[in-house]
């Protein structure tokens, strides 16, 4: 950290703390003071590279290596075109291939490899997915927004933290403020004997102690409401989905035995069995329904 | 001895037992039977592990089908020895007994260092060198250049091992550390890879905790280990600490200087291969595309990088497209590494979650939630595919990227803080960064899960219900048993004044009192006028020894202790300390007598036991609270108050009383030893404090020994050390601590067993 220093004029981190890098598009640092000097009428050319360069889009260095720098630029401009969402496609593998795609043309843009290829490509898609970039730019990804509700319940629960502390001590304080002064009127108008009013003073007191602790352990939060929706959620007004189902069809059933098969009717009334299916279906209707 | 104890059919290699051991296989019998976890606390030196061994072991033998397995987890190389020892003993006895050879197979696994066989590789001194070195020579990859080039050199062991090994199974017996590297020289296998595969079909297995609680080293080793298995947790009483340390991960300024080098070789390295070898990139690219699982393509040596504990969802869906590439990956640790650094570049400390980190994270340098959430099992695969044979190097990237999974998995539980500097040295700039879990049930939950019985058992576990409440699970039988004596052989004393009247504390106001260092000065120069042999005396952390001791030194008073006894002290070095206590041991050898100054949760104060003449008494000046000022220590006791219901306070006092307990408990080794347990400081009389003790030290405090002088102190000692130094012979103990077989079978016996078991 310490050889961090401007490579035009030489001072370092270590001679100067106060020393503050500026980073431009390109990439490459300077410190304050030089692009102040070199500067003066708002545009010229990098010192290292040549490329031409604005005053105005150099900002403080915020990492030691400037590439990255450079590249989080890059990233950022990039995403701000780039930026489906998981939904947008149709499988995981389609997403992973875009988040690639995606990684190339960023990979491409910091490291200087066919500039001009990869800038008309997203040229391309920016003009052809105009209308998902405009849908999508306010929108957070799942994973943000998951994130942005952990910090809400976190803050949510340190707030009720503080708050129920807070009460309690006021409780506490008053609670402990109104027997002193019933001890106080006791003492000055009870006939009993001090002592005796101390000891039941002191009764009290204990009492009212274990009281407080119960109290402290039924406290339950309430960020919930009673439909069990958490307050401060934001709760998604759209139509469920409809599931389609298939109409229940019939199949006939299918046994099927080893053994050989079975006789049909008319087989079984020419060898004279009529009369014993004919019970054996009385005795199944009567089986089903008792009369 | 043969026992019944409810019904099973127990061999118990000694000729006599304690009643408590006996309770303790009663409660530990009904554990087992409920199929559920259990709490147990027994005094060191009544014979637990052999308590344990025998009953697991008749139960296996028994219900074969409801228990396959023992894992029987110790802390330390010597006391996993000690319990292979005790574990041969018994398996002898069971062969004199029956008669028949019995086909058991135990034994204890360690690190390569301990079981290295290879001369080149077991010469090395360090663990991480040796795990290192043995990877360059075992890997898949290497092994698979040997085909090709005949001189690359491999590990012979491992290769007959590979060839031969698998098929002919271990025979039966015990085997320690020793016995395997015999063994594995005999037939020119590697011994630590031996076994690691013999575990799986073991009966019993004894390693170290961090096989089980540590999700890097249990995902490799403990991965397969059946279900139906009892696991053990011997010496338990840290066992909060050891889940905590290791889910956490602390990042230096150097680690992230390492880092860098570390992305700088692997971006060379994969610009080479694309000029040579470009195949083997779109291999593994094309594999990541699939979402093939990791662990299939795998072999057992290449695992040696193993991710922190994954939902499997994740482990099951593809490696996102960010980071599919090597040179994106690369381009992604280094804007992480990048990022970490500017962090890192703070002026005051930082507090914050793992969601505002990874929303700030995704602000600076957009990063998403999931490819870091990849980022360690992607490094694995990376550093198979370049074939980096000397994985040592990576430590640090590997680290980062430990890191950048748990930070994305983990929500709740666990809290990052940056320090700009250490608080003793704040113009120095040494930041670091801690991620540091304050959770230990997040480490020690899939053991719950998915063991049947978990036993906890150390000699101080009180209060015993703190740690199902802090570990997070429903034991079916909490109980803590005490020691029965023939003689009163432990004799506590809390002494809270000075001759003077002045009140000892080593609180915070009274830490520079001249008058407390000079009473606290008196009480050991005059326990060393009367103690025999040897005194081990605590303090509560080194800089308090240090001012201490420099004091007694202006006023004499070491002078005056020399002239009684030798005086060593405990450093933070580990060879100084261990040279000490040798000089130590050899001064109450000779009668000359010594005094160790040590300090608690130190190394004197956790493995090293004082047995007999070597700690005739232990004084413990003041209460050894944890240093309450660290921010991490704060945090986690916010987390548990709000989580867990568990106050502050009750937290601290817990955590200072039972490395007390664990102090003074080092000077009783078992039931013919004796010992003063001295507790110098006014806050151990009260109750909050003395409830907190174990039931065995607990029980022989009365009123009398509560808030005395140090003359009162002396006098009693004097009487106590008088008494015990009379003749003690077993037979004295028959009957009443020691029993036979018949006296244990006798009517009155057993029922005065029954109520023993105290439940909580």
Redesign the interface.
């Given at each position: 950290?310490d050889d961090q220093g401007c490579p035009r004029c030489k001072t370092t981190k270590y001679r100067n703390p106060s020393l503050k890098l500026m980073v431009n598009v390109c990439g490459h640092t300077l410190c304050e003071n030089c692009v102040e000097m070199l500067f003066v009428r708002g545009s010229g050319n990098c010192v290292q590279c040549d490329t031409p360069l604005r005053k105005s889009n150099f900002r403080v260095q915020?990492?030691?290596?400037a590439t990255?720098d450079k590249?989080?630029e890059i990233?950022?401009k990039v995403?701000k075109i780039y930026n489906k969402r998981e939904f947008d496609f149709p499988s995981?593998?389609d997403?992973?291939?875009?988040?690639?795609?995606?990684?190339?043309i960023v990979?491409n843009l910091?490291n200087n490899i066919d500039v001009e290829n990869t800038k008309g490509r997203m040229e391309q898609y920016q003009r052809e997915n105009k209308d998902i970039i405009q849908r999508n730019k306010a929108k957070l990804?799942r994973?943000?927004e998951?994130?942005?509700e952990?910090?809400l319940l976190?803050q949510q629960?340190n707030e009720q933290?503080r708050l129920e502390v807070l009460q309690e001590e006021q409780r506490q304080l008053q609670a402990k403020r109104k027997s002193k002064q019933a001890l106080l009127d006791e003492l000055e108008q009870s006939k009993l004997p001090a002592t005796i009013l101390l000891a039941q003073h002191k009764v009290r007191a204990a009492q009212l102690e274990t009281q407080i602790e119960q109290q402290k352990?039924n406290v339950k939060p309430t960020s919930l409401f009673s439909t069990g929706i958490q307050i401060g959620q934001t709760v998604s007004l759209q139509p469920l989905p409809r599931i389609q189902e298939v109409l229940y069809q019939y199949k006939p059933l299918q046994v099927e035995t080893y053994g050989p098969p079975a006789p049909d009717l008319e087989q079984l009334s020419r060898f004279g069995y009529e009369s014993l299916l004919f019970f054996f279906i009385l005795l199944h209707i009567q089986g089903s329904n008792p009369i | 001895m043969k026992l019944n104890i409810e019904g099973l059919l127990v061999y118990f290699p000694y000729d006599y037992i304690y009643p408590e051991q006996y309770s303790y296989m009663l409660e530990l019998k009904r554990t087992l039977d409920a199929k559920g976890h259990g709490v147990l606390e027994m005094p060191s030196g009544t014979g637990k592990t052999i308590s344990l061994l025998s009953l697991i072991v008749a139960y296996q033998r028994a219900f074969p089908l409801d228990v396959t397995k023992l894992i029987y987890c110790s802390r330390t190389v010597p006391e996993i020895e000690k319990v292979v020892e005790e574990l041969r003993k018994l398996m002898e006895f069971y062969a004199k007994e029956t008669g028949e050879v019995n086909n058991f197979l135990a034994l204890s696994l360690s690190s390569r260092k301990n079981l290295c066989i290879h001369p080149e590789v077991s010469s090395l001194r360090f663990g991480k060198e040796v795990d290192g070195k043995c990877h360059s020579l075992t890997a898949s990859y290497i092994r698979a250049q040997r085909h090709s080039n005949p001189n690359q050199p491999v590990c012979r062991f491992y290769e007959e091992f590979d060839a031969v090994g698998r098929q002919v199974p271990l025979p039966a017996g015990i085997y320690n550390l020793d016995d395997l590297k015999d063994f594995g020289r005999r037939k020119g296998w590697c011994p630590y890879y031996l076994a690691r595969y013999a575990i799986l079909h073991a009966n019993i297995v004894v390693y170290s905790y961090h096989y089980l609680l540590d999700p890097k080293i249990a995902d490799l080793v403990s991965k397969e280990l059946a279900k139906k298995s009892v696991v053990v947790f011997d010496e338990a009483h840290n066992i909060d600490n050891v889940c905590i340390d290791s889910m956490s991960v602390n990042i230096t300024r150097r680690t992230l200087d390492r880092c860098q080098n570390n992305v700088d070789t692997l971006q060379n390295t994969i610009h080479k291969i694309k000029e040579t070898d470009a195949a083997k990139l779109r291999e593994e690219y094309r594999r990541l595309?699939e979402g093939l699982k990791e662990a299939n393509v795998a072999r057992e040596t290449d695992i040696y990088l193993a991710n922190p504990v994954l939902p499997d969802e994740v482990l099951q869906?593809?490696?996102?497209?960010?980071?599919?590439?090597a040179?994106?990956f690369v381009?992604f640790l280094?804007?992480f590494l990048?990022?970490l650094?500017?962090r890192l570049?703070v002026q005051h400390v930082v507090q914050e979650?793992a969601?505002?980190f990874?929303?700030d994270i995704?602000d600076?340098?957009?990063i998403?939630?999931?490819p870091l959430r990849f980022c360690a099992e992607r490094l694995q695969s990376l550093l198979r595919t370049l074939e980096i044979a000397d994985i040592a190097d990576f430590s640090a990237v590997t680290l980062i990227s430990n890191f950048a999974t748990l930070v994305s998995t983990y929500?709740q539980g666990f809290t990052i803080i940056i320090e700009p500097f250490e608080d003793r040295t704040p113009t120095i700039a040494n930041p670091v960064l801690h991620f540091s879990c304050m959770d230990p049930s997040i480490a020690i939950k899939p053991v719950f899960q998915r063991f049947q019985s978990v036993i906890i058992t150390s000699g101080t576990l009180s209060p015993l219900d703190i740690y199902p409440r802090i570990l997070d699970f429903r034991p079916v039988t909490m109980a803590s048993f005490t020691m029965t004596l023939a003689r009163t052989c432990l004799c506590p004393l809390i002494v809270g004044r000075g001759n003077d009247q002045v009140a000892l504390s080593s609180k915070f106001e009274t830490r520079e009192d001249f008058a407390v260092i000079r009473n606290y000065g008196n009480l050991l120069l005059e326990m060393s006028a009367v103690v025999p042999d040897g005194i081990v005396a605590f303090f509560t952390s080194y800089v308090y020894m240090e001012n201490i001791v420099a004091s007694w030194y202006e006023q004499g008073i070491l002078e005056n202790i020399q002239k009684n006894k030798l005086i060593f002290i405990e450093t933070q070095d580990a060879a100084e300390t261990s040279m000490a206590l040798e000089k130590y041991q050899e001064a109450c050898e000779n009668g000359r007598g010594a005094i160790l100054l040590s300090v608690a949760r130190g190394k004197v104060s956790e493995g090293i036991d004082f047995v007999h003449h070597f700690g005739r008494a232990v004084i413990m000046f003041g209460v050894p609270y944890v240093y309450t000022q660290s921010r991490i220590l704060k945090a986690r006791l916010e987390y548990l108050r709000?989580q867990f219901?568990i106050r502050e306070n009750d937290f601290l006092t817990f955590d200072a009383m039972r490395h007390a307990a664990q102090c003074v408990g080092r000077a009783i080794r078992g039931k013919t030893d004796y010992g003063l347990m001295i507790f110098a400081d006014k806050r151990y009389a009260r109750s909050d404090k003395r409830g907190k003790l174990p039931r065995w030290i607990q029980e022989h405090i009365n009123d009398g020994s509560l808030n005395l002088t140090v003359d009162e102190a002396v006098q009693l000692s004097k009487h106590f050390l008088r008494q015990m130094a009379q003749p003690f012979r077993q037979e004295d103990q028959l009957g009443l601590s020691l029993l036979t077989l018949e006296q244990l079978q006798s009517e009155e016996m057993l029922q005065k067993i029954s109520q023993m078991a105290h439940q909580t």
């Open positions: 950290m915020l990492f030691e290596d990255v590249e989080v990233r950022k995403m995981l593998r997403y992973n291939d875009y988040l690639e795609q995606v990684e190339d990979y910091t990804t994973e943000q998951e994130l942005e952990l910090l976190q629960s933290r352990q | 595309v869906e593809a490696v996102p497209g960010s980071i599919r590439t040179e994106h381009g280094r804007r990048e990022y650094k500017a570049r979650s969601p505002q990874l929303k995704f600076k340098v957009c998403d939630r999931k929500s709000d219901q």
